[in-house]
């Protein structure tokens, strides 16, 4: 079965510390991988993708994600986290395939202290 | 502005009617989803369409209807038999090719009371 699994569901970060939020995905085709941030009450916003290439790669505000496809992992890291990034976080996968649609694991709430 | 476009953002209604959510797009993607999402339980897949005049059920879509008479637009509608329908809805567009990515729009609150 195709899944996403975010297994933190609530990790709080000191202001200024690195963080690592964890995903691991079982999709039958190649995947295409995504992380999305989402503040209280609003839309998703994306932060990266991935779909070919360099492992590593890099998003919006300073975040970046590498794929590792012998782990079936694709985890979301950020060197020094600041106030604004508290907020939910989703991992996502899908394919370049009709009659598909984004699959999204259950979330990780940010949270960050100072 | 490009973007995606939900209305009403809060929306509440009484048990047992029907209730319909807009979501309209100028991004000139031809796919379109649904999403719900409820605390705890991420975002769960509705009801998507890849083309006008055409649409797919997702996961939990009984107690939904869609349509999708222009490219532009993808109203949801939650009928009376949807059991729990208090949750907040989220719109998305996307391109299939080169990358299968959704934009999303902010989203509608519904209460049902």
């Known amino acids: 079965a195709q899944s996403v699994t975010q297994p933190d569901i609530h990790i709080t970060v000191s202001e200024g510390a690195s963080l690592e939020l964890r995903c691991n995905y079982s999709?039958?085709?190649?995947?295409?991988l995504f992380w999305y941030v989402q503040s209280p009450g609003q839309g998703l916003q994306l932060l990266l993708k991935y779909f070919s290439g360099d492992t590593l790669v890099q998003g919006i505000k300073g975040f970046e994600a590498e794929f590792k496809r012998s782990q079936s992992s694709f985890n979301l890291r950020k060197p020094s986290v600041h106030w604004s990034d508290a907020a939910e976080y989703f991992c996502a996968v899908g394919a370049n395939q009709a009659g598909t649609a984004l699959i999204f694991g259950k979330g990780t709430t940010l949270s960050v202290s100072s | 502005d490009g973007g995606i476009t939900q209305s009403p953002k809060y929306l509440f209604r009484k048990e047992g009617q029907n209730v319909t959510l807009s979501c309209e797009q100028n991004l000139n993607h031809d796919a379109m989803y649904w999403y719900r999402q409820d605390p705890g339980q991420g975002l769960r897949l509705i009801y998507y369409?890849?083309?006008?005049?055409?649409?797919q059920k997702g996961d939990i879509a009984e107690g939904y209807s869609v349509s999708r008479e222009k490219k532009e637009s993808f109203p949801l509608t939650v009928t009376s038999a949807q059991k729990n329908p208090t949750a907040f809805y989220l719109c998305?567009?996307?391109?299939?090719?080169?990358?299968?990515?959704?934009?999303f729009g902010q989203g509608t609150r519904l209460t049902v009371v």
């Open positions: 369409s890849q083309i006008v005049n055409d649409f």
């Open positions: 999709y039958g085709a190649t995947p295409y």
């Open positions: 998305a567009s996307g391109r299939r090719t080169p990358l299968p990515e959704a934009f």
